[in-house]
């Protein structure tokens, strides 16, 4: 059952990568007035807060959706591509048609139903998914994967949301804001406005991130590579990623798409 708003101090968790960043960073730095309680943490633990209802809202692993009746998604503000992200890479220690054994990042969801529906779909091969120990090739998403690359040889790396581009022909959405109550539409306002000016403080939050990527990089990974509106063609992108994932079982369940 869906329950009722919280009037005061709404708990909400924040992915801690950069690429989220621009989304709450108007909020967290309480530039937009509030009185909101933010947890930060990896996707995989947004979405277990958000399911036992530890917080009242997250941006989160857009595959979390399908997993309670209770969510609802707000209607803007998404972590999303046009093409090329970036940060969600599969390292190959071997060509992709060799590949058996396929290790997964412990942080993300939605790129581990990603990856095995690119694998079932895309490149029509049956693999083994471990989470430890030795494999062909490795999942990292994130500022893990930002560290990674720097050092990373050309022609080892695939980005996940080219691979889906040239698959599709869609975006794709890694997360997107979920919430297990109802929000007033103040709340929402917020959330938006949010959105809003987190695209205009590009430069204030490249500074603070300037120890992990140098800030013509970080500009352009947060401007070219992301994209934070979560347009029709987005939405759309949603239900036609969750109909494959649901048809390779990378999802236990799939359902119609509630926006609030
Ligand atoms: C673009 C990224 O998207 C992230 C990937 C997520 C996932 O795989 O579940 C969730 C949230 C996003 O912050 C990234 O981490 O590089």
């Known amino acids: ?26 909020l967290k730095m309480r530039i937009i007035k509030n009185d909101f309680e933010f947890v930060s943490a990896v996707p995989s633990q947004c979405a277990r807060l958000l399911f036992e209802k530890s917080v009242d809202i997250s941006n989160v692993s857009v595959v979390e959706y ?4 209770d969510y609802a998604i707000l ?13 969600v890479v599969m390292f190959l220690n071997k060509p992709i048609n060799k590949i058996k054994r396929v290790k997964l990042d412990k942080n993300s969801k939605t790129s581990v139903a990603l990856i095995k529906v690119l694998f079932r779909f895309k490149y029509n091969i049956s693999v083994d998914y471990v989470y430890d120990g030795d494999a062909d090739c490795e999942l990292v998403i994130g500022d893990r994967a930002l560290e990674r690359l720097k050092s990373a040889q050309e022609g080892e790396v695939l980005d996940l949301a080219v691979e889906w581009y040239n698959f599709t022909n869609l975006p794709f959405v890694f997360a997107v804001w979920i919430t297990n109550r109802m929000i007033d539409d103040e709340v929402k306002e ?4 949010s959105k809003d000016m987190g695209k205009r403080m590009i430069n204030d939050i490249c500074s603070e991130f300037s120890h992990l990527i140098d800030k013509k990089s970080c500009r352009d990974y947060l401007t070219k590579n992301l994209s934070y509106d979560l347009t029709e ?10 109909d494959y994932a649901y048809r390779c079982g990378a999802i236990s369940n799939n359902r119609p798409l509630r926006f609030i």
């Open 1 to 26: 059952m869906v329950e009722k708003s919280r009037k005061k101090g709404m708990k909400v968790a924040l992915v801690e990568f950069l690429n989220a960043v621009p989304l709450y960073y108007a």
């Open 75 to 87: 209607s803007d503000g998404c972590i999303a591509t046009n093409k090329r992200v970036k940060s």
């Open 190 to 193: 917020k959330f938006y406005l």
């Open 233 to 242: 063609d987005k939405k759309e992108a949603i239900e036609v990623f969750f």
């Open 66 to 69: 399908v997993n309670s009746s």
